[in-house]
């Protein structure tokens, strides 16, 4: 069984040293990529932002059913101001583990062979989840943001969410609506909970 655990700042030799994920105390982006991450601004975990929120199911931070697999961000690849690509990852739940495998990078860059990684269900959810729930605060402190939207997240499945919420109330947000170029999300512009859509 693998441990999974989050770094705040992840290689120090990067141009824009980022977030990251350890396997076992080992930095994941070391594993998959060793001193090629030199020849990229900076490479770390995907972050838990607004694009994060609006696009469930595509990253680590959003759960999965039990007996189900899908790929899921897991890494990106940062070429200043945006993302230029993403390292991505097979997940797998079963009753009480998570599974990482078939690690693949977009744009193509090699990769050095690493997993499959099995994690504690627990583990995983507590790790995932108190990023997951610290950084949607922060959206919500300019996003208008509705908790429910954590139901997509890993954070619906943490223990200790409701003593979160509460400790930790809802911003108010510092814009009260959604942009206009926003209203072709079909669920946003019915004024839906979107992220039931999905």
Partial sequence: MNTLAYEEIGDHRLAYPMPT?????????????????????????????T????????????????????????????????????ITAS?????????????????????????????DLSQYVEVL???????FRECQSYWPFNDAVLQSTWASEWPELSAQLEEHPR?????????RQWRWLPAVRMGQPWWKFW
Avoid: M
């Fill in 51 to 86: 694009n994060t929120f609006l696009a469930p199911a595509t990253t680590v931070f959003h759960k999965i059913r039990e007996g189900s697999k899908c790929r899921q961000v897991v890494l990106v690849i940062s070429v200043g101001d945006a993302y230029g690509g993403s």
């Fill in 171 to 179: 911003p108010e947000p510092a814009v009260r609506s959604w942009p």
């Fill in 21 to 49: 994920f350890l396997v076992d105390g080992e930095d994941l982006v070391l594993k998959l990529l060793g001193d090629r991450i030199l020849a990229f601004p900076g490479v770390g975990a995907v972050p838990a932002n």
């Fill in 91 to 119: 997940v797998e739940r079963s009753r009480d583990s998570i599974f990482w495998s078939k690690f693949e990078s977009n744009p193509e860059t090699e990769l050095f062979p690493a997993g499959p990684f099995q994690f």
């Fill in 129 to 135: 989840a108190l990023t997951c729930f610290r950084h």
